[in-house]
């Protein structure tokens, strides 16, 4: 069954990440979480599932955007897909990893040993590179000072405490 087109609306830009990054709850441009939204149809599959775009309105200031769904489709706003949020790292690969220890000041020695043992994103929020692990483990065996320069990025960014 077809209703329409899926369409699109409104800003189509960079604020609509960070509208999705507030879970569709706060307007990129004034602030206010006085978000109105309304779906649109564009059609229904045999087994049930429809698709069609939902369009989002600002009740305080009118900034609207839209974003496609379907209900088959994982993540819903399946446009969405690919994106990370600012302080989601699962998706980082072993260069980014280095850029960010690079960035922070870490010393040069600990930023090769976590680019030579392939530490990426997805490895630092599973939690495996504890304390016990990077001062133990032959691989790694960390100084105690090198652990203290970690602990403040691993708090702050990964909220663990070495």
């Known amino acids: 069954m077809n209703f329409g087109e899926q369409f699109s609306s409104g800003d189509q830009g960079e604020s609509r990440k960070a509208f999705w990054e507030s879970g569709y709850k706060k307007c990129p441009k004034c602030g206010k979480s006085e978000i109105s939204s309304k779906e649109h149809g564009a059609g229904c599959r045999m087994n049930g599932d429809g698709y069609g775009t939902e369009v989002f309105t ?42 960010w220890l690079e960035k922070e000041g870490v010393g040069a020695h600990i930023v090769a040993k976590f680019f030579k043992e392939e530490v990426d994103g997805e490895v630092l929020q599973r939690g495996i590179l504890t304390r016990e692990f990077m001062t133990g483990h032959p691989k790694w065996k960390l ?3 090198d652990m203290e320069a970690l602990k403040p990025l691993f708090k702050s960014r990964l909220k663990a405490n070495l």
């Open 58 to 99: 600002c009740k305080a200031c009118s900034w609207s955007t839209s974003f496609q769904y379907d209900e088959a489709a994982s993540p819903y706003y399946y446009e969405t897909r690919d994106w990370k949020k600012r302080d989601d790292i699962s998706g980082w690969g072993v260069f980014e990893v280095k850029e």
């Open 143 to 145: 100084s105690d000072d």
